[in-house]
């Protein structure tokens, strides 16, 4: 009886042995496969994002051909549309930054002379009117600006888009977010961020060659007045 009992418990140790040899080398080649797998998709990623990064390049140089193409085609001008931004742009901030009624009223004055725009013209007479006021005996002013401690600032530099280009003269629609604050209310210990107002103006402008402003006309643009606080 021991022979063989003794003779299959070899051969059934061998079959274990094998059988867990076989499961090891499974496990082996699957660790190996999966460590193979892991580095190809790693390189595979890597890949992705260098192609990815060509791509966005690729775009921005097509769609920068494509805005030449297209300023050029309705003959505009890159130079020229940079060199009337930054007179947009000093016209806007002097129209909307100041921070007493005098300084109000020398901004008008200043659009006047640097700017050639008429008192009666359509942006000083109905957008941006002379502020009222009370003089005393000696003709010192008070200005209801100063009454109500408005301030005004340009935030953002303006959204500038050509709309029309005839012969020199480019005409512009222009956007402006300008934050008015009252440090009157400030005075009543109101926080100072519950009482600044934003509101965007919207603009048509007219540059000729020679940099010229005319045809300034403004209205707020549409929604509603916001407060930041």
Not at 35 to 57: D, H, V, Y
Request: proline share 3%; hydrophobic share 40%.
């Amino acid at each position: 009886m021991s022979g063989p009992t003794s003779g299959v418990l070899p051969r059934r140790n061998a079959w274990v042995l094998a059988v867990a040899a076989a499961l090891v080398l499974v496990a082996v080649l699957t660790g190996l496969t999966w460590a193979g797998q892991r580095t190809a998709l790693e390189t595979q990623e890597s890949r992705i994002g260098e192609l990815e990064g060509q791509l966005k390049a690729a775009q921005l140089k097509n769609s920068e051909r494509v805005e030449k193409d297209v300023l050029e085609s309705l003959g505009v001008s890159r130079k020229r549309l940079d060199a009337d931004a930054r007179i947009i742009t000093s016209l806007v901030t002097t129209a909307f930054t100041w921070d007493s009624g005098e300084a109000y009223e020398q901004a008008r004055t200043r659009l006047k002379d640097k700017y050639g725009l008429a008192e009666d013209g359509p942006f000083l007479k109905d957008f941006m009117p002379s502020s009222r006021f009370n003089e005393d005996d000696t003709g010192k002013r008070y200005y209801y600006i100063d009454t109500a401690g408005m301030r005004s600032a340009v935030g953002d530099d303006p959204d500038i888009e050509v709309v029309k280009v005839s012969a020199g003269d480019y005409v512009y629609a222009v956007l402006v977010d300008v934050a008015v604050t009252s440090s009157a209310v400030e005075r009543n210990d109101t926080p100072p961020g519950a009482i600044t107002a934003h509101r965007r103006m919207l603009l048509h402008i007219t540059v000729d060659a020679e940099g010229g402003v005319s045809g300034l006309s403004g209205i707020p643009a549409s929604g509603s007045t916001h407060l930041s606080g």
